[in-house]
C-alpha cells in the first residue's frame, strides 16, 4: 500500500487545538544508546565492492540493480528496536513504491529529496535518475547499512551520472537525531516500510513537520496496513498524519 501527504493550503483557518490528539504515550520506553548521527562520506574511487551477486529490479526498459549477497548483520533477527532496524533487508513495499513512481512520474522535478530510512537506497537511486541534477540524501539507523549496502548500490546505479559524487549525501542516525545534519526542507521525501513501529511514528511526523517544504513539499510512504507484533502500519500512520491538523493525507494505491 502506497500513500501521500502534504500540507493543507490553508493552514490559517484549522483550529488552534488541531494538533492537540497527538500525546506523547504514557507508557515510558526502556532506555536506549541511539548511535550519534553523522554524515557518512561518498568516495566513488575509495569504493571496493566485495559482494559482487547482485539482483536486478526491472523498472520500464533500464533495471535498477541492488547487491544480492549481503554482509551479515550483527542482529539474528530482521528487527532489534535501537540496534538494528532491518535495513539489510530490500523489503516489498519498496518494490512496489519504486514501480509507482516509475510509472506515475512527477512532473515537476524536485531540487532536494530524502529517501527516509533509505536501506538499500533504491528509491533515491531511481530519483536520481529520474531527475539528474537533483540533490538527493540517504538517510538510515545503521551506519554499516549506509556504508555496505546503500553506497555501493547508489555507486552501481548512478555512478556513470553526471555530479553522482557531487549531489549525493549519506546520513546515519535515529530521526530524532539527524535535524541538524538534513537541508532545511526537502520538496520530495521517499519511505518505505519505515512506520511498523508505533512508538516511531511521532519521530517521522515531527521531522515532516519540519522538514518538508510547505509549499510543494510532498511525501510518498510505501507500508503494509497492519505490522503484526509491532502494532505500527498505514491506518495508525493515517490517523497520526490527519490529527496535526497541518498535514493532510490519502492512499493512492493497494493490493
Known sequence: ???????????????????????????QPSPVCLPEAKLIPYNPSCIVTLFQKWTDLAVGGDPLSYLSSLPHSTSNSDLDAGVYEGGFVVWECTIDLIRYLNDN??????????????????LGC????????????????????????TIPNYHKNCNDMENSDKNVRFISGDWSEISPLLHKTYDLILSSETIYNTESQNKILQLLLKHLDPNIGVAYFAAKRHYFGVGGGVLDFTELVNSSGVLKCEVIWCR
Open 1 to 27: 500500500m502506497a500513500f501521500r501527504f502534504n500540507f493543507y493550503p490553508e493552514k490559517e483557518n484549522l483550529s488552534d487545538n488541531a494538533t492537540s490528539t497527538i500525546t506523547p504515550s504514557s507508557k
Open 126 to 149: 531511481l530519483t536520481t535518475r529520474l531527475y539528474p541534477g537533483c540533490q538527493v540524501d540517504f538517510q538510515d539507523f545503521n551506519s554499516d547499512v549506509i556504508k555496505g549496502f
Open 105 to 122: 512520474k512527477p512532473t515537476t522535478a524536485p531540487k532536494r529529496v530524502l529517501d527516509l530510512g533509505c536501506g538499500c537506497g533504491l
